[in-house]
């Protein structure tokens, strides 16, 4: 009897030990969406350790040496940080401020017809626009949270892609493709704490070697980082146990549509979703609100579609962002406008593509969107007063 038990032990022992060497054989064979050496290629201790001096103490980009300077951009930010303005370059006395990301920033367009200046000509006063490509609502918020902002009201805006960013602490990881060149975009991000409030998580201090380190186990140094490869959210990498690294690729072949097709995004505005990535953006929403009233400044939260939200409603008549509009308004007091509202008003889906700089709805807002977009905002600004 005993020595059937222990001659089964064995033989399940054995199977099992086969089973993960198969599936380490296939690991090494089929997991090969990332590759460490690709941001070894583009990485150097000097180039590091001047990133490490050069790059923003807060929120990660733009470096502060570039302000006041043009560096050759379609854009580039006067003293302050703020984007130069056409109607108003010089700093200073400010009516009203924008904080968000490139959609914020008006990136495609040139100085005149930014948001900000449309809005600066329409007010009679001047708009600072301290928007930047690549921001998370986070580092909106993070910006505003250590600017010296003169502005009476202050706007954030939130771009619906700008979600998946909340929860990323290494911009390289950001589906779809894993950019190797783009080590050096590394953020700070908020998550919660026991109580369901923010705890601010900020850019990590790595040696050289740990940065290096990090290219082979980006898990391990960014485990905040829901995208980052080996993380839930990333690609998977084979290590042990090896089986489950098999399951976990399988799995994500059959999701790929959902995982990177249209409207990808969507799924991380579900209250469900294990990341957090609702609850994390509309409490830094709210936090913005609040931080803006207890300064004495009038806060307004202003949400912008991205051309996969934009056409979902054409298609469903539902916006993925609209729940959390109003949740934010009702829990901060704060006024929020949803523009994806009054574009849909102006244009039917035949004609909606014609705001965007690309065709198919794609890139940011041409002078068109942005026009309609700063006369949208301008027109919430005047009931304010």
């Known amino acids: 009897m005993c020595r059937n038990a222990v001659f089964y032990a064995v033989?399940?022992?054995?199977?099992?030990?086969?089973?993960?060497?198969?599936?380490?054989?296939?690991a090494a064979l089929y997991l090969n969406d990332y590759d460490p050496s690709g941001f070894e290629k583009h990485f150097s201790t000097s180039s590091y350790e001047k990133y490490l001096q050069t790059r923003h103490p807060i929120t990660g980009w733009p470096r502060?040496?570039?302000y006041g300077k043009n560096i050759g951009s379609k854009y580039y930010l006067d003293e302050t940080g703020a984007r130069v303005s056409a109607e108003f370059p010089m700093p200073g006395n400010a009516c009203a401020s924008i904080y968000g990301d490139s959609?914020?920033?008006?990136?495609?367009?040139?100085?005149?017809?930014?948001?900000?200046?449309v809005m600066a000509r329409r007010l009679?006063?001047?708009?600072?626009?301290?928007?930047?490509?690549?921001?998370g609502t986070d580092q909106a918020y993070l910006r505003y949270l250590h600017n010296k902002d003169e502005a009476k009201t202050i706007i954030l805006s939130h771009m619906s892609g700008d979600i998946i960013r909340n929860i990323n602490q290494w911009r390289a990881f950001v589906p779809g493709?894993?950019?190797?060149?783009?080590?050096?975009?590394?953020k700070p991000r908020y998550v919660l704490n026991d109580s369901l409030s923010l705890k601010l998580i900020p850019l990590p201090e790595f040696?050289?070697?740990?940065?290096?380190?990090?290219?082979?186990?980006?898990?391990?140094?960014?485990?905040?980082?829901?995208?980052?490869?080996?993380?839930?959210g990333g690609v998977a990498l084979a290590r042990f146990p090896f089986t489950l690294s098999i399951l976990k690729i399988i799995k994500e072949s059959i999701h790929a549509p959902k995982r990177f097709g249209k409207g990808y995004f969507a799924q991380f505005y579900r209250k469900d979703h294990p990341s957090d990535a609702y609850e994390v953006t509309k409490r830094i929403l709210v936090k913005f609100a609040e931080t803006a009233h207890e300064r004495g400044k009038t806060p307004l939260i202003v949400f912008i579609p991205q051309k996969e939200e934009l056409l979902n409603y054409y298609e469903t008549g539902e916006?993925?962002?609209?729940?959390?509009?109003r949740e934010v308004a009702e829990e901060s007091g704060a006024p929020v406008l949803e523009f994806g509202k009054y574009i849909v008003k102006k244009y039917n889906k035949s004609k909606v593509c014609g705001i965007f700089e690309q065709r198919g709805c794609n890139g940011h807002f041409n002078n068109i969107g942005y026009e309609l977009l700063g006369e949208t905002v301008t027109s919430a600004v005047l009931t304010l007063e």
């Open 319 to 325: 916006w993925f962002s609209e729940e959390m509009a």
């Open 103 to 117: 959609f914020a920033a008006s990136s495609g367009v040139d100085d005149a017809h930014a948001w900000s200046d």
């Open 124 to 135: 009679g006063c001047r708009v600072a626009s301290y928007g930047y490509g690549g921001f």
């Open 177 to 186: 493709a894993i950019d190797y060149s783009g080590w050096r975009q590394i």
């Open 207 to 232: 040696s050289s070697q740990e940065m290096q380190d990090a290219f082979t186990r980006p898990y391990e140094y960014f485990p905040h980082d829901w995208f980052a490869a080996g993380n839930q």
């Open 11 to 26: 033989l399940t022992s054995l199977f099992f030990v086969f089973i993960e060497i198969c599936s380490y054989l296939m």
């Open 64 to 66: 502060p040496e570039i």
